[in-house]
């Protein structure tokens, strides 16, 4: 069982930046492959970013590539989701989750946190 709780969303003006951090607990953190997802109302829970078990090994929705930053510290325990050149449909709910392995669809992965909200204004 492995338990995930996000941090740092909150309200960004567009062209601006924030970290997400996950941090999680439970079983070994450094055997699962992590992703990042988000949603928005109505609309059904997408890919954003996902990062191997070794951290060597990185993959990007194109709506993001070039802009967000996936990265993880097994010794922390956390991933970390560095999102910069913000723009308002990036606006939507981020979801960290865990996995066996590296994947891009939601039901790759057995465990999810309950999510940060990230706002960005025009």
């Known amino acids: 069982q492995v338990q995930l709780v996000e941090s740092g969303g909150g309200l960004v003006q567009a062209g601006g930046s924030l970290r997400l951090s996950c941090a999680a607990s439970?079983?070994?953190?450094?055997?699962?492959?992590m992703g990042w997802f988000r949603q928005t109302p109505g609309k059904e829970r997408e890919f954003v970013a996902a990062i191997s078990l070794s951290g060597g090994n990185a993959v990007y929705a194109d709506s993001v590539k070039g802009r967000f930053t996936i990265s993880r510290d097994n010794a922390k325990n956390t991933v970390y989701l560095q999102m910069n050149s913000l723009k308002p449909e990036d606006t939507a709910a981020y979801y960290c989750?865990?996995?066996?392995?590296?994947?891009?669809?939601?039901?790759?992965?057995?465990?999810w946190g309950q999510g940060s909200q990230v706002v960005v204004s025009s």
């Open positions: 439970g079983r070994t953190f450094s055997s699962e492959a």
């Open positions: 989750a865990a996995g066996v392995r590296l994947g891009f669809a939601p039901y790759e992965y057995q465990y």
